[in-house]
């Protein structure tokens, strides 16, 4: 970790407000002028095809942005957000792994207390793969924006801590008009903003966060749970007998009471795995 050095940092960071909403109303725009209904969206049910095009469009604009941001007010090249790759693969494939476990973990203790009821599962490939395009386009956008860009500037101004928690309240405040949100949920992506950042405090690299994010989101879309309350394809069917602070209810797992355990847990792990890394290499 580096010292505190540039007090601009936390001025460069309030930019990280037009990478995330000019590109969104940018690519509605232009969906809404080729004739997409975004109506739909409002409904929590996820369209894997027009959501793509959305995600994509958004990530177009924002890289056009976020170039001319690290060109004229950074004064860095874009790959200084964390976008170097070299010896990152076992990071990469860390990230993907834990969030499979975790998910697993949630689905089967869910199940084997009942809060949770298991109905059918449908393999659908297609949707699948297009699944996997989409969560993969979430994560890089906002990790991107959260990580890369907005942590990156607040670490220049402020120790990792004020770092931390000034990103996370961003982070969780921009899900809170998602449907069937909580205040535990909010609490709960809150939380999550630490436990995607804690590496980069130690690494200035993505790739793990972006891993980890994806690996969260699409593999609790195929456990069955709403992802931030939003209804996605699942490989996994299952009905919640009673809706509450256990289970998630309509928000999904990130409503619940073992998300909260899972997040802070899961936090001291990343924390210490790469701290202790960062004392080897140096």
Known sequence: MKNVTNHNGWIKSLLSFFLLF?????????????????????????????????????????IIMLYL???????????ELGFKINGRLKEFNFGLILGFLIMAFAFLF?????????????FNLNKILLSIV???GVSIFEE????????????ESFNPYVALFL???FFSLIHGSNPNVTSLGLCNIFLAGFFLGASYVFT????????????????????????????SYSIIDFTIPKNNMLNGGEFGFESSYLSIIVLIFGTFIIWNYFKNKNIEKN
């Open 69 to 79: 941001f690290m060109k004229f007010i950074d004064k860095q090249p874009i790959i």
């Open 22 to 62: 000019v590109p969104q109303l940018l690519a509605g725009l232009l969906l809404l002028l080729a004739g997409y209904d975004l109506n739909k969206m409002s409904s929590g049910t996820v369209d894997l095809n027009t959501m793509i095009i959305l995600e994509y469009s958004m990530i177009f604009f924002m």
């Open 204 to 231: 200035k690299n993505l790739w793990f966060p972006i891993a980890l994010h994806f690996s969260w989101n699409f593999f609790q879309s195929m456990f069955g749970f709403k992802v931030s309350g939003l209804d």
């Open 144 to 155: 991107v924006i959260f990580r890369g860009y907005l942590l990156k500037n607040l670490l």
């Open 134 to 136: 989409l969560f993969a």
């Open 167 to 169: 990103s996370s309240i």
């Open 110 to 122: 869910l199940l084997s207390i009942n809060e949770i009821v298991f109905v059918n599962y449908s």
